[in-house]
């Protein structure tokens, strides 16, 4: 009898053994922002209601990941299942046939997506990626520092004013610097937020026939000002900061004032991660000569790769992450104020979130003004706010990127740094035959 059930209570063990050796794993490659972070919290919710299902989280950082999911996905390497990409790869990637559509039960509701940003994540009409934050870039500024210096902002500041607004609020001795802006080099982090200055300054990437227009009048304009209010009034060491960097020196009362991704938002204005949370306030992305291109549009979405051999369940988990259900949890669990926003009508149609967020009209301003198809005040041939959506635009900005940080940090003339952007940009749309 004793043999029988000590074979019993065995045969009990080596039945959830192997119910757990059967559990998928799911490898998902993500960036180490805010709200991927709460969604690496989250996943057990997930894991409990698909027990068949194990997640592993590989984080990393902007630049690393896009090289990372690039390289695999380019290569068929199938090390992830899921990816957390841009709307600069999406429609890139899936009109290569690198994506599985993605395609949701009823319950969903894809038409509860915002239609900028649903469009941008869309080969051909069909979802290649569903987006679990969308963003704009606007204004974030320190309203005690501002009346403080007896000065105002305006819901639509120009650059003029802005420059005049970090004089008057910076204050070395005090450890306040009257304005953070990205300069780490990259295509997505120093150059997101300068294609848009540089597109309301009157600028462009391309003319109509693809020619690189980096070596004019526009981006010497542009950049000659971001260098001079860098050096006059910027945190030292500007060339390397990028978004965390800057969201940390900012919650510790450091930034006046910061232009970049509206999500930013939720985070300078959480009382548990922002030492001045009471005190910041919201505006436009500041304007030129041209209002057209200055606010970025972009949204981070999980995609399926092609060389996944899970794709089912990969899907399973995105529907999960990016659906109203998943919006209701975070605001549950960590707080109305903290959900992933930018990307369902729905979120801007929930009281609590509205009354919890204070930068929630000036964010969904920003998106319903950033149009990829109309960013800058001379014609272009591509679509993109603060890229244009063509591969070779990755290298070209990188590049570019490099130069400008170069710049910034002392190393070179704006003038010498755009004219070897240009020859660089030249040299890639040359190699691959636009003229």
């Known amino acids: 009898m004793q043999f029988k059930l000590g074979a019993a209570v065995l045969g009990g063990m080596l039945a959830m053994s192997s119910a757990v050796q059967a559990a998928t794993e799911l490898v998902i490659a993500t960036v180490n922002n805010g709200h991927m972070i709460e969604m690496q919290k989250l996943t057990p919710h997930f894991e409990k209601a698909n027990p068949d299902i194990k997640v592993k989280w590989v984080t990393l950082e902007e630049g690393v990941l896009r090289q990372r999911v690039t390289t695999d996905i380019a290569t068929k390497g199938g090390q992830f299942d899921v990816m957390t990409i841009g709307m600069y790869e999406a429609p890139i990637w899936g009109e290569r046939g690198w994506l599985k559509e993605l395609d949701f039960d009823a319950s969903y509701d894809v038409d509860d997506l915002l239609p ?26 320190r309203k005690d520092l501002v009346e403080k210096a007896g000065m105002s902002m305006p819901t639509k500041p120009t650059w003029d004013h802005v420059a005049k607004v970090a004089a008057a609020i910076h204050n ?19 150059m ?7 597109n309301t300054y009157g600028g462009r990437w391309f003319d109509m ?3 690189p227009q980096i070596d004019t009048k526009p981006w010497n304009d542009a950049i000659s000002f971001y260098v001079d209010l860098m050096n006059k009034y910027g945190p030292p060491g500007s060339s390397a900061n990028s978004f965390n960097e800057i969201l940390a020196l900012y919650n510790e009362g450091k930034c006046g004032m910061w232009i970049d991704a509206t999500i930013a938002a939720s985070f300078v204005s959480d009382p548990s991660q922002s030492k001045v949370a009471d005190k910041v306030a919201f505006a436009q992305a500041p304007t030129k000569v041209t209002p057209k291109g200055a606010n970025w549009l972009w949204a981070w979405a999980l995609a399926v790769p092609a060389s996944t051999t899970h794709s089912d369940e990969a899907t399973r988990f995105i529907e999960w992450a990016t659906s109203k259900e998943y919006v209701e949890l975070v605001g549950e669990e960590a707080g109305w104020a903290r959900v992933p926003t930018g990307t369902r009508f ?15 009209s000036a964010e969904l301003q920003a998106l319903d003004s950033a149009d990829p198809e109309d960013s800058t005040l001379e014609p272009v041939p591509y679509t993109g706010v603060q890229f244009a959506a063509i591969p070779e635009f990755q290298a070209i900005g990188i590049a570019v990127g490099q130069q400008i940080s170069a710049a910034l940090a002392g ?5 010498d740094a755009l ?12 190699k691959a035959r636009y003229y």
């Open 116 to 141: 900028a940003i649903r469009s941008g994540l869309s080969t051909d009409g069909k979802l290649v990626a569903a987006p679990f934050y969308g963003e704009s870039s606007m204004l974030m500024y």
């Open 172 to 190: 070395k001795d005090e450890g306040v610097y009257g304005i953070c802006l990205r300069g780490k080099p990259g295509w997505g982090d120093n």
């Open 192 to 198: 997101a937020f300068l294609s848009t200055l540089v």
């Open 209 to 211: 026939d693809w020619k």
């Open 346 to 360: 729905s979120t801007y149609e929930n009281q609590n979130f509205m009354k919890a967020a204070r930068f929630a």
């Open 411 to 415: 190393k070179r003339s704006v003038k």
């Open 419 to 430: 004219k070897a952007g240009q020859m660089a940009a030249d040299r890639e749309m040359r």
